[in-house]
């Protein structure tokens, strides 16, 4: 009759059990030792006594998002290039960022660190605003045509935004 595996819940190890390992640790004991007071695997004892040894912390690493692969100072000059200019895209930034470093940076880097120091992506401004003179010409046009019913029928506007849901529209957007 072969025997069965008996399977253990996973459960996290707690705070309480990561400052009791250190503590045990710090104290001499071996992971052995630690282990069978605890009541933890041995390789999760010696990884949290690594850890607190390395960086001088047992929490538990977030693994939401992959590592940041730029610096600081990559960030300032990525945000100093869309400020000074404000017609550049990202991906002209991030050629100019690998020229620099000579390691690849992709645009989504890019947006992100312009996001987070307050930039936000706007198309380029292609008309010019009205002048006073432009509103009060108008504001007479509309004044002459107000009593139209039918004839609005006619009409077709075409300073309307374009608005595509379906694909990418392929409109260059600048910082």
């Known amino acids: 009759m072969s025997r069965k595996k008996q399977r253990s819940t996973f459960n996290q190890v707690s705070e309480f059990d990561r400052g009791r390992i250190v503590a045990y640790r710090d104290c001499g004991l071996s992971f052995r030792e630690i282990d069978s007071r ?13 850890r607190w040894m390395q960086e001088g912390m047992t929490d538990r690493r977030g693994r939401s998002h992959p590592p940041q692969c730029t610096t600081s100072r990559e960030d300032s000059r ?4 869309a ?16 020229s620099v470093t000579y390691h690849s940076v992709y ?4 947006r992100r660190c312009l996001q987070q120091s307050g930039l936000s992506a706007r198309r380029p401004l292609l008309g010019l605003p009205l002048t006073q003179n432009h509103r009060r010409l108008r504001r007479q046009w509309c004044d002459e045509r107000r009593m139209w019913v039918a004839e609005w029928n006619e009409v ?4 309307e935004s374009r608005i595509c849901l379906q694909h990418h529209d392929g409109r260059i957007r600048v910082w």
């Open 38 to 50: 605890v009541g933890r695997n041995q390789t999760t004892v010696m990884r949290i006594c690594d």
């Open 78 to 81: 990525i945000v100093r290039m």
């Open 83 to 98: 400020v000074t200019d404000r017609s550049v895209t990202l991906r002209t930034v991030a050629q100019h960022i690998e």
């Open 107 to 110: 645009a989504r880097t890019n």
């Open 156 to 159: 077709i506007f075409t300073d």
